[in-house]
């Protein structure tokens, strides 16, 4: 018998696959319970409908781009960088994850109301996960120097809306920037909010 947590990333992925063919408004839970290969009760057990389901999916998505970049952190953390420059180049490459993530291009291009929630009223469990790794890097960075006094989490929060701002309003730069120039700019508007 597969345990719960592999049931929930069967019918997560079923999800995805229905989002980016169908879009969020074309899959219902019907959808993705066949795809997932299991009971409809199964689906709306633990979600009451798809939005639920692709805020979920969405928390998932970006918890995996974050943990991607972490470990990405991680392994280059020997290369004598200030801790200011290896949180910009962390933001920019989770900026680039998203900007390139099927799943987030999908939503935003054809039902970016479904962001409205976490763009305009209030933080989910994927921002805060992204302000756990910020506010102490920021800390840290103050401590050493490289980025500029303030309280951290005034700081980490700003520089979180700034990148999920920058991915999310990607349309409105392309006639200026392709993707590349975007993160190029955006890793000089972080730069030099942190620089002390």
């Known amino acids: 018998m597969a345990s719960k947590r592999n049931v929930e990333d069967e019918i997560l992925d079923a999800a995805r696959a229905c989002v980016e063919a169908f879009g969020v408004r074309r899959t219902t839970l019907t959808d993705v319970a ?4 299991v009971s409809r009760p199964t689906v ?14 969405l928390t998932r998505e970006l918890r995996r781009i974050l943990i991607a970049e972490e470990v990405e952190a991680e392994r280059e953390t020997d290369t004598g960088e200030n801790t200011r420059t290896r949180l910009v180049r962390h933001a920019t490459g989770v900026a680039r994850a998203m900007l390139a993530h099927p799943l987030v291009n999908r939503i935003v291009d054809t039902e970016p109301e479904l962001l409205a929630t976490y763009t305009f009223h209030r933080l989910g469990s994927s921002h805060r996960a992204a302000l756990e790794l910020l506010e102490p890097a920021i800390a840290a960075g103050q401590a ?11 700081l980490a929060h700003l520089f979180m809306v700034t990148v999920q701002n920058t ?5 409105l730069f392309t ?22």
């Open 44 to 57: 709306y057990r633990r979600w009451p409908d798809v939005t639920a389901l692709v805020a979920d999916l």
């Open 175 to 196: 006639d200026v920037l392709d993707q590349d120039g975007l993160v190029e700019e955006l890793s000089a508007l972080l730069d030099g909010y942190l620089r002390p």
């Open 144 to 154: 050493e120097g490289s980025v500029r006094e303030g309280d951290p989490g005034v």
């Open 167 to 171: 991915v999310t309003s990607r349309r």
């Open 34 to 37: 066949r795809r997932a290969g």
